[in-house]
Each structure stands twice: as structure tokens, then as C-alpha cells.
């Protein structure tokens, strides 16, 4: 706001100050909300409508011919195999990670494993470092070890950055709960296997959601490494889109964005009480 | 109270602790550590096994450019969402915007793959910008430019797929800040700008770090976004130049001196979590 202005306001009389500054914070809101909205909406609705664009010749500014034909040309090809396919795989890998990473998450949240912060480094370098050099050496190794090219390749290396994320975002939930709750449990009698289940699982389990979303969805969204070791012989849905809009199949590609985007979203809406900031946010934080 | 620590654990407990630890430990050694460290071997041999710099030599000369270009696409896309992060995290924390946290949540939920294809329909010579500028009349539709295979389409998709994770981290610092040392401040005649430029991120200087530090190595080491935009000749991001490497020259020595380039850029991220362990 400029001095003039401001001057101008102060000695204004009191309702017409009232009138000013309603006024322009209404269109100051009005300003920001607008901006937003076409900052996050423009470059997603796009997608959804050349998804349904039959023919779309420049300059219209909207499609020459609506309809769903490429929906459905899309739910008739190859696609179909490559959603089963990353959905089956986000499903075995949300699975794995929740085995393997709550009992580990909350060993160390409890600080009762030697060497933790080791431990821990060790799990921030996928995170800490760009994966597309490295996996490309994994690829080499998997091809030693004949994984190149097969379902249990593409599960391990989704594996890699799944176990991590889970790991981290865990870790910050079991920290959380307050350790008083599981010492009245031992004073009760209750053994160490007894008070996970009945005392920190229940408590945690809000947590646990949000993390198993997060990895399926990480999942998901998985192209570095699907690319490198699953392809030509299983496509996931990215690496699908990838190739579509390679050969500027662009109503394909779209009608697969707009799938793959879906399920995201939908966790989005439907699970907004779990997605806590601090969850999301327990990146490289110890 | 009982305080259990590393140095008091009975052998029983370390055993179970390693036991519970091992196999999410073997994925992520054998599968990200050992490949890791085998990278940084590869990038010192030549194709017949002496040890060697050529590889960096090589990697530089052809590639130096595009590593400058892709630190440079990095830094700018860095500068904007701290610029927008930091104006959108002090509007919600100084007023109330009930929408407006939960539409900045939506790109964290995107796939890359998709911010990197949105990006180029909406901002393509012949795209959906262009056409919505182009119903208002005021523009040529020939003559508007395209920003999506240039290095503007790259920073929008980089910015606007961190947005999320960006608005997230500095909302949480933000929060924390004291009411009472804002009200001061908006006592003394402060605006909103002011106080979030003057207050807010001056004392969250350390999250804002974190936050930088963060995302830049997830810009740094993005494949897919430049996979999906590409370039329109001239230079490209790095990570496109070691896909190439890989699978068309199939030159592994050149393909990891430039994967060492890209972690020593990306090292922020580990000596930020180191000094954290050393301060406890």
C-alpha cells in the first residue's frame, strides 16, 4: 500500500473507511483465490479435456469434436493390462512395506536398535540422492542376477523407494504417542508383544493409514525404475503414458493421466483427516 | 523413569532390533547403497578397467554445459516456490483462506509423469494457454509464444509439482511462530507482505533451508518431468544426458561420473541430516 493511500484512509471518515477497506479486501481475496485456482486447475483441466477431445483443430479454443472415444479405445487396448499391472503392484508393495516397516519404524521411534542413526542414514539416501544414476547400476546388477525384465525385479525396485518413504513417515507417527502409555501397560503385566498390539498399534493406526496411501501411491506413480527394469515386458501405467506421449498420442496420454491421477485425488478427498501436514512433511527430520 | 538408549540395550534386544531391521535393511543396501558406491567405482574406470578421470573429462566437456543449465533451471524453479511457497504459507497463516491450503495440497498427489504431460498440453504453441488467451481476443493466436519445450515449461512443471511438499513444510514452521510476537509487529503498522518477508521467514530461516535443501535435490534429480517436456535443441536437464548414456551409448564410465556430479550438487540434503545428528 502507498503512504498516500494509507493518509488517505486514516482520515477518511470512519464508514467510508469501512466501505474502502471491505472493498478491497474483498478483491484482494477475490485476486488470490482466482490465481490459485488457475495456477493448480489450468494445467489439470487441460488434461481432462483433451482427454475427451475427438478432434481438436487449432485455433478452436475448444475442441472441434467432443466425445469419449479415445476412453474408450483406451479401455479396449493395452492399457487395461498396464492399470491391472500398477495397481497389483502398488497393492503387493503397500503390503510389503506395512509387514517389514511398522515393527522397524517403531524399534527405532523407541530408540531400541543399536546403531540407529546409522540405520536411519541409510534409509535418507534414496531420498537424499537422485535415483536415475544408481538404479541404472541396479539394472546392470539385476541383469546379473536375471531380475531385469520380470515382476519381482519391478517389485524390489519399487521396494527401494517405498520402504524409505514409509519409513520415515512411520517413525514420526510412533514418536508421536506418548511413551507414558506403553510403561502403565508393562506395570500392568502386559508383555512388550502384548502392549504393540493392544496399545501402540490402535493408537498409531490413523498414521499407519496415511503412510500405506502415501506408498501405494508413490507406488503408483513409479517411472525411474519401472522404466529401467520392468520395460518392454511389463509396462506400469506411467511408463504406458510415457510412451503415448512419445508418439504424440496426445488423447491417450491424457485419458492415462487423468486415470492415473485419479486415485490420488480421490485419497485426497476422501481421506483428508489422515493426511496430517507433520506425516507428510517427516522428511530428514530426526 | 526408565529411559532405554542405544548404550543400555541387553543383547537379547539389540539381536531382535537387528532381526526386526534386516530385511527392509537388504533391499535398501543391496538395492540403493551398493549400487550407489558402485557408481562412484564405475566413474573412475575406463571401459577396460585402469583407473582413470577420463570419464570425468568427458562428462564435462560434453555435458559440463547441461549440468550448468540443469543447476541453473534448478536454482530458478528453487527461487520461485520459495517466492510463492512463502506468500501462500503467510496468507494462511495470518488470515483465514479456507480453500486455499487444501487446492495447494493437489499437486503432491499428481504423479510426475503427469505434471510433466499437463504441463506440456496446457503450455504448448498450440496448447490450452494459448487457446483460452486467444478467445479473450486480445492476442494473435499465431503469434503467441510457446513456453512448453523451453526452459519456462520446465521450471512451471518443477514449481508446480513442489508446490505441495514446498507449501507444506513452510506452513509448518510458519504455525509455529508466536501470535503475540505478530501482533507486536502488526502493532507497529506492519502489512501482510512485510510480515511475511520482514517476520515470518527471517525467524524460520532454518525450515526454510530444510525446505530448499529438499526440494532442490527432488528438482535435481527429476527424470521424468524432462522426460515428458523435453527440449526444443539447445541444452537439456542432466539427468536426460545420463538416460542417454545408458541406453543408447550404453558408456557406463561417462553415465556415472555424470550420476557423481548430480550427488555432489544434491549433497545438501545428507550434510543437513548429518549436522542434525551431531548436534544431539
Redesign the interface.
Known amino acids: ?1 502507498s503512504k498516500p493511500l494509507e493518509v488517505a484512509l486514516l482520515t477518511a471518515p470512519m464508514s467510508e473507511r469501512g466501505a474502502w477497506f471491505s472493498t478491497l479486501r474483498l478483491t484482494r ?1 477475490f485476486t ?2 482466482a490465481i ?2 488457475f ?9 481432462l ?2 482427454s475427451v477431445a475427438e478432434k481438436w483443430f ?5 475442441p472441434t469434436q467432443w466425445g469419449f472415444k479415445y476412453w474408450q479405445q483406451a479401455f479396449e487396448g493395452k492399457m487395461l493390462s498396464s492399470l491391472g499391472l500398477s495397481f497389483g503392484i502398488a497393492i503387493v508393495v503397500s503390503i510389503i512395506c506395512l509387514v ?2 511398522v ?2 519404524a517403531y ?1 527405532i521411534a ?8 546409522i ?1 536411519l ?21 539385476m541383469y546379473r542376477w536375471d531380475l531385469v525384465g520380470t515382476l519381482t525385479g519391478l517389485i ?2 519399487h ?2 523407494g517405498a ?2 518413504f514409509s ?1 520415515w513417515t512411520l517413525v514420526s507417527v510412533f514418536q508421536s504417542i506418548a511413551e507414558p502409555l506403553e ?1 502403565a501397560s508393562y506395570m500392568l503385566g502386559g508383555s512388550r508383544i502384548y502392549t504393540f498390539f493392544h496399545v501402540v498399534l490402535p493408537i498409531a493406526l490413523p498414521g499407519i493409514i496415511a503412510s500405506t496411501l502415501l506408498v501405494f ?1 508413490y507406488s ?2 513409479e ?2 525404475g519401472s522404466l529401467l527394469i520392468g520395460a518392454p515386458y511389463h509396462i506400469t501405467m ?1 511408463v504406458f ?2 510412451n503415448a ?1 512419445g508418439g504424440y498420442e ?1 488423447q491417450v ?2 485419458v492415462t ?1 487423468v486415470l ?2 485419479i486415485p ?2 480421490l ?2 478427498f476422501l481421506l ?1 483427516k489422515y ?1 496430517r ?2 506425516y ?2 517427516a ?4 | 523413569m526408565r529411559r532405554i538408549n542405544a548404550f543400555s540395550l541387553t543383547l537379547k534386544q539389540q539381536l531382535a532390533g537387528a532381526a526386526i531391521a534386516a530385511p527392509a535393511l537388504t533391499v535398501v543396501t543391496l538395492l540403493f547403497v551398493y549400487p550407489f558406491l558402485r557408481s562412484l567405482q564405475s566413474s573412475f574406470r575406463s571401459q577396460e578397467g585402469v583407473w582413470t578421470l577420463d570419464n570425468y573429462s568427458e562428462a564435462l566437456s560434453i555435458y559440463g554445459g547441461d549440468y550448468l543449465y540443469t543447476l541453473w533451471i534448478c536454482g530458478v524453479s528453487l527461487l520461485a516456490l520459495i517466492i510463492i511457497t512463502a506468500t501462500i504459507g503467510g496468507l494462511l497463516r495470518l488470515g483465514v483462506y479456507p480453500l486455499l491450503e487444501f487446492i495447494f495440497k493437489i499437486p503432491l498427489f499428481v504423479p510426475f509423469v503427469v505434471v510433466g504431460h499437463a504441463m506440456r498440453v496446457f503450455l504448448a504453441p498450440h496448447g490450452t494457454l494459448n487457446s483460452a488467451l486467444s478467445i479473450t481476443g486480445m492476442f494473435n493466436p499465431d503469434t503467441l509464444p510457446s513456453f512448453a519445450f523451453s526452459s519456462l515449461g520446465l521450471v512451471a512443471a518443477l514449481v508446480w509439482k513442489n508446490l505441495g511438499i514446498g507449501l507444506l513444510l513452510m506452513l509448518g514452521a510458519f504455525r509455529s511462530v508466536n501470535e503475540s510476537m505478530l501482533e507486536a509487529a502488526r502493532g507497529m503498522g506492519a502489512g501482510k507482505l512485510k510480515l511475511i518477508w520482514h517476520f515470518l521467514v527471517p525467524m524460520n530461516k532454518g525450515s526454510v533451508g530444510v525446505m530448499a535443501v529438499l526440494t532442490f535435490t527432488s528438482m535435481l534429480g527429476s527424470f521424468s518431468i524432462p522426460a515428458m517436456i523435453g527440449n526444443a535443441g539447445g541444452s537439456q536437464m542432466i539427468m536426460m544426458d545420463l538416460y542417454h548414456q545408458i541406453v543408447y551409448q550404453q558408456n557406463y564410465g561417462v553415465a556415472n561420473a555424470i550420476g557423481v556430479l548430480t550427488y555432489i550438487a544434491s549433497l545438501g540434503a545428507a550434510i543437513y541430516y548429518l549436522k542434525g545428528v551431531t548436534k544431539k
Open positions: 500500500m481475496r488470490i483465490y490459485s485456482i495456477m493448480i486447475f489450468g494445467p489439470l483441466s487441460s488434461l479435456l483433451w487449432w485455433p478452436n479454443p475448444f517389514i516397516t515393527p522397524l524399534v523407541r530408540n531400541r536398535i543399536p546403531l540407529k542413526h540405520v542414514l541409510i534409509f535418507l539416501l534414496p531420498q537424499a540422492f537422485p535415483q536415475l544414476p544408481v538404479f541404472s547400476n541396479v539394472m546392470v546388477l524390489l525396485i521396494l527401494v520402504l524409505v519409513l510403561e501411491l503408483l506413480d517411472f525411474t506411467p503414458m510415457y506421449a496426445m496420454a491424457s493421466s492415473l491421477m490420488g485425488i485419497l485426497l483428508q493426511m501436514s507433520e507428510l512433511a522428511f530428514g527430520r530426526v
